[in-house]
């Protein structure tokens, strides 16, 4: 069966610190693989999406990831985070089944100090 | 910029009661999803909803569990008797080809 695991249960950082979460999924086949961000109150909403092409991925907010296919990984990446990227964050895989079914991870937890 | 609604935002029940959820999904996708979140555990897929029919569903969906499209608009969760480990953030989502986007959810409380 599939599985995503993410690392980082909890990550606290000061603002302008550099933010990477840890996601490795298990899946041999063909992927899609996602981050999703929920805002404190708020629902998930799509950060960035990889299906096919370029490995490095930009989303939304200047996040990226990046595909590592010899490592099962799609690490979530911020260069210099903000108070405001305080929020949990989930990765999340399709493959396999029919319908594109996300399969999430646990989701890490940010904290990002002012 | 449309979105997927879900109401009620909080739902109260008893043990051994039906609940029924509702969606409101965006109005040209084809798909359909609900998922589940423990409190403190991942978010869990339940059922998905093509064409009219289940397509997949998960071992958590059970046959205590249903799912309808009862008009053109609306998605329905129905529990038929409430356990108090249904107790979870549900979320229904919809999508038209890769990108599913969500509801804000229904946190279901049975007590």
């Known amino acids: 069966a599939q599985s995503v695991s993410q690392h980082n249960h909890h990550v606290i950082l000061s603002e302008a610190a550099s933010l990477e979460l840890g996601c490795n999924y298990s899946?041999?086949?063909?992927?899609?693989l996602f981050w999703y961000v929920q805002y404190p109150g708020q629902h998930l909403q799509l950060l960035l999406k990889?299906?096919?092409?370029?490995?490095l991925v930009k989303g939304i907010k200047g996040f990226e990831a990046e595909f590592i296919k010899s490592k099962f990984s799609f690490n979530l990446r911020k260069p210099s985070v903000q108070w405001s990227d305080t929020a949990e964050y989930f990765c999340?895989?399709?493959?396999?089944?029919?319908?594109?079914?996300?399969?999430f991870g646990k989701g890490t937890k940010l904290s990002v100090k002012p | 910029e449309p979105e997927v609604t879900q109401t009620p935002s909080h739902q109260v029940t008893q043990m051994g009661q039906e609940v029924i959820l509702r969606c409101v999904p965006i109005?040209?996708?084809?798909?359909f999803y609900w998922y589940r979140q423990i409190l403190g555990q991942k978010v869990e897929f339940l059922v998905s909803f093509y064409n009219n029919e289940i397509s997949e569903k998960s071992e958590i969906f059970d046959d205590q569990f249903s799912v309808e499209r009862p008009d053109g608009s609306n998605f329905t969760l129905k529990i038929r008797s409430t356990k108090l480990e249904d107790s979870a953030m549900y979320f229904c989502?919809?999508?038209?080809?890769?990108?599913?986007?969500f509801g804000p959810g229904t946190r279901l409380t049975v007590l």
């Open positions: 899946y041999g086949g063909t992927v899609n």
């Open positions: 109005s040209n996708h084809l798909y």
């Open positions: 999340a895989v399709t493959g396999g089944g029919s319908q594109g079914n996300l399969i």
């Open positions: 989502a919809s999508k038209v080809s890769n990108e599913q986007f």
């Open positions: 990889y299906f096919s092409g370029d490995p």
